[in-house]
């Protein structure tokens, strides 16, 4: 993209850039459009939504699922909630497909991969626990996210892999929201396995009305 705003209608809200290994939150408001921009090409955004004004409902990862009937999103998708009511529609990405059954990687999965050696690390768990906390939620309140341009397709057998992206730099994804909505990120800081190329980098978070 030569333009990273191209596409976009509207004013442009709000354009920040979101260090690598970081945490993020902000709101969506209905109607408005979130495009997150993978500046150097395959690093995760690791990404929960809650309702703005009732956080119990939240993004389900299951309830997307069975509704369109395919694990990987894609343009077009619709973001249901656990109220099964649309939260976000993904308008365009020209990544060819998005995760929502990888996961979060946290300490525990960490040191159950990845050797005991690895428990000091930072995890996208950590950014979570850290952003929610800004807005009073807790352990209770994380739920199985979405991985924006990250790579997890399933074998023949069923298994899960975590293997490079398929994005590039300067893709990106754009998203409506659907309901008044804060959205949480964990720019994903994982180094033992290819889903941030061995290396976190700074990813763009922009909303236009
Ligand atoms: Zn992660």
Redesign the pocket.
């Known amino acids: 993209m030569t333009d990273p705003l191209s596409g976009l209608s509207g004013a442009i809200l709000y354009d920040q850039v979101v260090p690598a290994r970081a945490p993020w939150d902000q709101p969506v408001l209905k109607g408005q459009t979130l495009r997150m921009i993978d500046l150097e090409g395959n690093q ?1 955004i ?1 990404f929960l939504m809650y309702n703005l004004h009732d956080d119990a409902e939240r993004y389900s990862a299951q309830d997307t699922i069975a509704a369109q009937a395919n694990i990987f999103l894609r343009t077009g998708s619709v973001l249901l909630s656990n109220e099964g009511r649309p939260m976000a529609t993904v308008l365009g990405s020209p990544v060819a497909y998005h995760d929502t059954i990888g996961g ?2 946290s300490c525990e999965s960490n040191t159950l991969r990845y050797g005991h050696h690895t428990k000091a690390q930072h ?2 768990v950590d950014n979570f626990l850290q952003a929610n906390a800004r807005r009073g939620r807790g352990k209770r309140d994380m739920v199985s996210n979405i991985n924006w341009f990250m790579n997890v397709p399933v074998e023949a057998d069923g298994a899960l892999g975590i293997v490079d992206g398929i994005s590039a730099p300067g893709l990106y994804v754009d998203m409506r929201a659907e309901m008044d909505l804060v959205a949480v990120v ?1 720019n ?3 180094i033992n396995n290819p ?1 941030n190329g061995f290396n976190p980098t700074p990813v763009r978070m922009i909303i236009a009305a």
């Open positions: 995760a690791d979060a990687c995890s996208c964990s994903c800081p994982q889903c």
